[in-house]
């Protein structure tokens, strides 16, 4: 019910006093808490791809670092402000952070040839690229040494995919299938084939050294394969800046996570949240419906009933932690424990079932979002009017053909936006999922050719998961933040587009029911 | 009328038909909503392939008898009856009747127009499909059977395929008797089935009515008293869940026998 | 009319069959459903019950005394309240006090209450009384949004980044909290002197827009402020102040950190109820008082308060329910500290953290794993109280609103 009475009178509310305005500035304030905790994530979330110039820092003492400036604070006690540059470069200074006072910089340029080449092995290098070694002795040096860095790149890329989807899609299935003793004779041989194609490409690798100088003049060799990326931020105009924006956003979503989950990707938690809130769903869907059908269609209506249905709805406010311990408690522990003893008894005591899992995840957390389906479709129920009903009751109908050929298609939008709105909440859930079965690192996703495909045993990673555990379990939390910014982003993305069509399809809904009820 | 005789055999019912001219027979049957009583020791019989009317002050009982005839109440836990009621002779509480089937026979059509959210054709088949599958060509052959005898086929016979809710209200309730029709039942039970309408939808749906006693036993629950001295053949009026008064509509509306119907009749009539 | 046959008794029985079983199926299955998800509090409870009844020999002596009464551990003068459920250092027995746990719970649900209520009340009231129709219908949904951010993101954001920016602005997170609201009142006092044309142009029912910037002036004059009211109040450092005359030692994660991130988490579910209850009161109440010549925030407090009261209570004990099982945002926001000070500036740590934490590890069956249990137990059973409280209320008041109704 909504209040008409609300005129936009503006001389009724001169008087208002003080207490008006107060509560309209809660409004304004609510919601520009909102506007700055979502363009938070949105600047330094987005902001993480952007390939930031490289400042060259000359510091009083004649001292110089490159970096990129990440923030700036006052300096204990004092006027005085401190800036932090991300210099880089672990394997030669021992961290990449380096603070700098700001009345100790002399000079602070911003010069073309500085490169920042991201390794596989150690983080990314600042400094200057001052030759390449080919294999032949050669050397290349200067300017032509950038262009033929670039191309020699470009060649790698292709080798490195094929290497990369050999280990994936064969050697690592084969390896477990030899390791489990069910590989055949031809099996055998087809590992033998991919690590030797494996040796190949590998050896086929141009065995260049980069000769690398930071800015303060050490030297550094660095073999070309452990090259990842290589760019020269203060030498890209914005178009090219854009694709390697783009680049970076897609190897984010693509990949998996390096460096104790401080860097890389984060594919494998998309895909685990996705398939999670899936199984999730094809649970709760319809044991909701089924309950929903039940209070709404069946059941008596009496005293009982009206207190089942408070119950039900009032599920929905346990916190969800307790769903958690009652997962972890029944499921893994209870009906987990039992599966082992009677199934995979031969590899006890290490646990098949009888610890965390997708399963377990995916079934406390339909657990967890029953309650809500089971409203919103009750709702959707209720909205049908009776003459429905017996319009089909009256042409011969049967109770369940009444059911689903009348009253269940009806209810379909309802039903949607309480899987929809299931789904958001469930997407959003951590605290459960630390009891049964989410994991900080398992690049395995659950999915493979290995039969049975879909692994529902195994241990899966969650987009929230891996922002709680980014923040708090990683050495280096400067060093992981925008990889956390840039995943908290992501996973409040999905939410609020999944409630926007929650939103949209009641709407529609209700807009529907409104030509109906007007004869 | 000669299966037509005059009794006083039963209180309340004065007129009487004979078994074979009778197509619904109530005998002694009255009928409670939790412990509020709706009808009381109600007796009269419906003759076959005429229109009767149920007519009587809101909250009489006229819609309750109407619904009890095909069972309707039957979802309602709160409900509790006595009595019988016997369709071409056979009690339709007897166990061995199954409801759907009831209801298949005895169609019936509410005060509001109910179209399911489905197209204009699904809308008449949809009772059709429920008894089995049948060959498409000849539940086309029905479905335009039904539109043609509930004078709806002209108007909808180019967009079979559009939502039944994009047509008018008179013709949501033609589509909806199409409907019933399409089924084939015995009795068709009209709870006001114009009072939602416009006057010449109204028009159209008494026509209608007139049109399909040579073929239907028709039970029609009406409010406006010029309505049911138009189209129907026997009138019941009802008062406090009894039956006053039960006559060939002439009859009752020229001359009625007891001052309750007439005093009913002239405050409404006027 | 003789068009249609009737259909075989086969499929006549076929379909009676049918539906008797599907009906069957569903009351079971539906009932099956219920039974489960209501089979929460059961489990707990029955896995809580060996702790009181039957202690095996070996396993620390549990007993009501032991978890709500201070006691004298090993290496302590005077008895105490500790959780230390695993103690790294070899040696002495763990210690499982169960009330510090229960009052960081409570800090933080309090905390969180103190700041979202507030809040959460005044939108709800502009809301309903006074904004715009069209700004509402935005609003509403807007605010609904943002009771879908998940925990961990705002625990992040929070533990990550609040705490740090409040650690070094201190006196600027101070200065607001006096600054903002006088620049609301102030906007107050000069709208009343506006010109009629002006005020058209900002209309009271579009406030909650168009006060933005004129929060954000304030926001600069508050950091403006921040440094002076430090250097005349507080000589110069706020924290050493702190310390010095109050003794309260500033933790860089603490309650109140947790209070306002809990607080803004806590919001949108109490504004959606109490907004919900302040516009279904019957408009020929609010008539009856604006024809009398009340203004519109008079008959708030004189007719729709005391007619919602009920539904505003409830939207509170939601929002209670709420922030006592949160989760995430008490384990990133608060540095999970088991103290029980009363100082807001400390850290606390809760009983959901707790579970999430320490569950994983706690061997099943032992006497840490079913304490754990307890606190969950502890926590259904207070939600599931608070919450079902809150919704009888609220279904008295839908009948009153409705009587209301009838009789005018």
């Known amino acids: 019910m909504r209040a008409p009475w609300r005129r936009s009178s503006t001389r009724a509310a001169r008087g208002e006093g003080p207490w008006a305005w107060l509560a309209a500035g809660s409004v304004a304030v609510s919601l520009a808490l909102l506007a700055v905790l979502l363009g938070l994530l949105a600047v330094r979330g987005l902001g993480y791809f952007w390939p930031a110039e490289v400042s060259l820092v000359t510091l009083d003492n004649g001292q110089q670092l490159a970096g990129r400036a990440v923030k700036e604070a006052p300096l204990p006690g004092g006027d005085a402000r401190e800036r932090l540059y991300r210099t880089g470069n672990r394997d030669l200074d021992g961290a990449i952070w380096t603070w700098v006072g700001l009345d100790e910089i002399r000079e602070e340029s911003h010069p073309s040839d500085l490169v920042v080449l991201e390794r596989r092995r150690w983080s990314a290098f600042i400094g200057r690229l001052e030759a390449i070694e080919t294999g032949d002795a050669g050397r290349i040096t200067g300017e032509e040494a950038w262009g033929a860095l670039r191309q020699r790149l470009h060649s790698l890329d292709s080798r490195w995919a094929e290497i990369e989807s050999l280990h994936h899609r064969t050697i690592q299935p084969l390896v477990r299938r030899l390791e489990a003793g069910a590989a055949t004779p031809e099996e055998h041989e087809a590992l033998t084939r991919a690590q030797a194609r494996v040796r190949e490409l590998q050896a086929g690798m141009p065995d260049d050294t980069l000769v690398l100088k930071t800015v303060d003049g050490r030297q550094l060799r660095e073999p070309l394969i452990e090259v990842a990326r290589a760019l020269r931020p203060n030498n890209m105009d914005m178009l090219e800046k854009g694709r390697v924006w783009v680049q970076g956003v897609w190897s984010f979503l693509s990949e998996g996570p390096r460096a104790a989950n401080t860097t890389g990707g984060v594919w494998p938690a998309i895909f685990g949240t996705i398939l999670m809130v899936v199984l999730m769903s094809i649970f709760v869907t319809p044991f909701g419906v089924l309950a929903a059908v039940y209070l709404n269609e069946v059941a008596h209506q009496g005293r009982l009933t009206r207190w089942v249905r408070i119950g039900v709805r009032n599920l929905a406010g346990v916190p969800s932690i307790v769903y958690g311990v009652f997962g972890l408690g029944v499921f893994v522990y209870g009906i987990g424990g039992h599966l082992d003893d009677w199934f995979f008894a031969s590899s006890l005591p290490s646990p098949t079932f009888g610890t965390g899992g997708l399963l377990w995840a995916s079934l406390t957390l339909a657990l967890l979002t029953l309650p809500v389906v089971i409203v919103a479709t009750e709702e959707g129920l209720a909205r049908i009017p009776e003459s429905q009903r017996e319009g089909a009751l009256a042409l011969g109908a049967t109770r369940l053909e009444m059911l689903t050929r009348v009253v269940l298609p009806m209810a379909m939008p309802a039903m949607l936006t309480g899987v929809i709105l299931a789904v958001a909440r469930a997407a959003g859930e951590v605290a459960p999922l630390m009891l049964v079965g989410v994991a900080k690192l398992a690049p395995q996703v659950p999915v493979d050719g290995e039969f049975p495909f879909l692994h529902l045993e195994r241990k899966f990673m969650h987009l929230g998961y891996h922002i709680f555990d980014a923040a708090f379990h990683s050495g280096d939390v400067q060093a992981a933040m925008p990889l956390i910014y840039a995943t908290a982003l992501l996973l409040v993305l999905v939410i609020l587009v999944l409630n926007l069509t929650a939103i949209f399809l009641r709407h529609y809904l209700r807009s529907r029911h409104g030509t109906l009820s007007k004869y | ?270 | ?408």
Not at chain 2, 80 to 99: F, K, M, N, S, Y
Not at chain 2, 134 to 141: E, I
Not at chain 3, 290 to 295: I, K, P, V
Not at chain 3, 387 to 392: G, I, K, Y
């Open chain 2, 1 to 270: 009328m000669t299966v037509m005789q005059e009794t006083r055999s039963s209180p309340g019912a004065f007129i009487d038909f004979s078994p074979d001219a009778t197509s619904l027979e109530v005998r002694g049957f009255g009928l409670r909503y939790g412990d509020k009583p709706a009808l009381d020791n109600l007796t009269l019989r419906v003759p076959r392939h005429r229109v009767t009317a149920f007519i009587g002050p809101s909250g009489c009982g006229k819609s309750t008898l109407l619904r009890a005839l095909n069972r309707l109440h039957d979802l309602n836990e709160e409900v509790t009856w006595e009595g019988t009621i016997r369709l071409e002779g056979q009690d339709i509480h007897a166990p061995e009747v199954a409801v759907a089937e009831l209801r298949r026979r005895v169609g019936m059509v509410f005060q509001a127009p109910n179209p399911f959210p489905m197209s204009i054709y699904d809308n008449v088949a949809f009772g059709l499909r429920l008894q089995g599958r049948m060959p498409k060509r000849r539940v086309d052959d029905i479905v335009e059977w039904a539109l043609r005898s509930s004078a709806l086929w002209d108007e909808v016979k180019d967009r079979l395929r559009a939502s039944a809710w994009s047509l008018s209200g008179g013709q949501q309730q033609r589509l909806v008797i199409a409907r019933t029709l399409a089924v084939g039942p015995e009795v068709l039970l009209l709870d006001e089935p114009a009072s939602a309408l416009d006057p010449i939808s109204t028009l159209k749906v008494e026509e209608l009515i007139r049109n399909l006693k040579s073929s239907l036993t028709l039970v029609l629950v009406t409010h406006n008293m010029q309505q049911a001295a138009r189209v129907s053949d026997y009138t019941a009026f009802l008062q406090d869940g009894e039956l006053v008064e039960y006559a060939p509509t002439d009859t009752l509306f020229t001359n009625p026998r007891l001052a309750r119907t007439e005093n009913y009749i002239t405050g409404r009539m006027a």
């Open chain 3, 1 to 408: 009319m003789q068009h249609m046959p009737s259909p075989p008794p086969l499929r006549r029985h076929f379909r009676q069959t049918r539906d008797r079983l599907a009906t069957a199926l569903i009351t079971a299955g539906g009932i099956g459903v219920i039974a489960a998800v209501m089979a929460i509090g059961v489990f707990l409870a029955v896995e809580v019950v060996p702790l009181f009844w039957s202690s095996s020999g070996d396993a620390p002596r549990i007993n009501m005394e032991t978890l709500w009464l201070p006691q004298t551990y090993e290496g302590h003068q005077t008895p105490v309240h500790r959780w230390q459920p695993a103690l790294s250092e070899g040696g002495g027995e763990p210690r499982f006090g169960m009330l510090p746990l229960v009052w960081g719970t409570l800090e933080a649900a309090v905390w969180a209450l103190l700041i979202a209520v507030p809040l959460a009340l005044g939108a709800a009231a502009h809301s309903a009384l006074f904004m715009s129709r069209r700004l509402r219908a935005r609003i509403r949904p807007t605010l609904e949004l943002m009771e879908a951010m998940p925990g961990v993101v705002i625990g992040f954001v929070a533990g990550l980044v609040l705490a740090p920016w409040l650690d070094v602005h201190l006196a600027q997170g101070m200065t607001l909290l006096i600054v903002l609201p006088a620049g609301l009142l102030l906007a107050g006092r000069l709208w009343a002197l506006l010109g009629s044309g002006l005020r058209r142009r900002l209309p009271m029912g579009w406030a909650a827009l168009w006060l933005l910037p004129w929060l954000l002036l304030f926001w600069c004059l508050s950091s403006w402020l921040a440094p002076l009211l430090e250097a005349w109040w507080f000589g110069g450092d706020l924290r050493a102040w702190l310390e010095v005359s109050l003794g309260l030692d500033y933790t860089n994660r603490n309650a109140i950190i947790v209070g306002m991130a809990m607080g803004f988490a806590v919001v949108p579910s109490i504004y959606a109820l109490a907004e919900d209850a302040l516009s279904g009161v019957p408009k020929s109440l609010v008539e009856g008082a604006e024809a009398l010549g009340a203004t519109r925030w008079q008959t708030l407090w004189k007719v729709v308060l005391p007619a919602a009261g009920p539904g505003v209570l409830s939207a509170v004990m939601i929002g209670a329910g709420r922030a006592v099982g949160e989760t995430m945002i008490v384990l990133m926001a608060s540095g999970n500290t088991a103290l029980m000070t009363a100082s807001p500036l400390d850290g606390l740590r809760s009983m959901a953290a707790s579970i999430a934490i320490e569950l994983p590890e706690a061997a099943p069956g032992g006497t840490h794993y079913r304490l754990l249990l307890l606190a969950a137990l502890l926590l259904f059973v207070f939600t599931f109280c608070v919450n079902t409280l809150a919704e009888v209320v609220r279904a008295r008041l839908r009948r009153r609103y409705r009587r209301m109704e009838g009789l005018s």
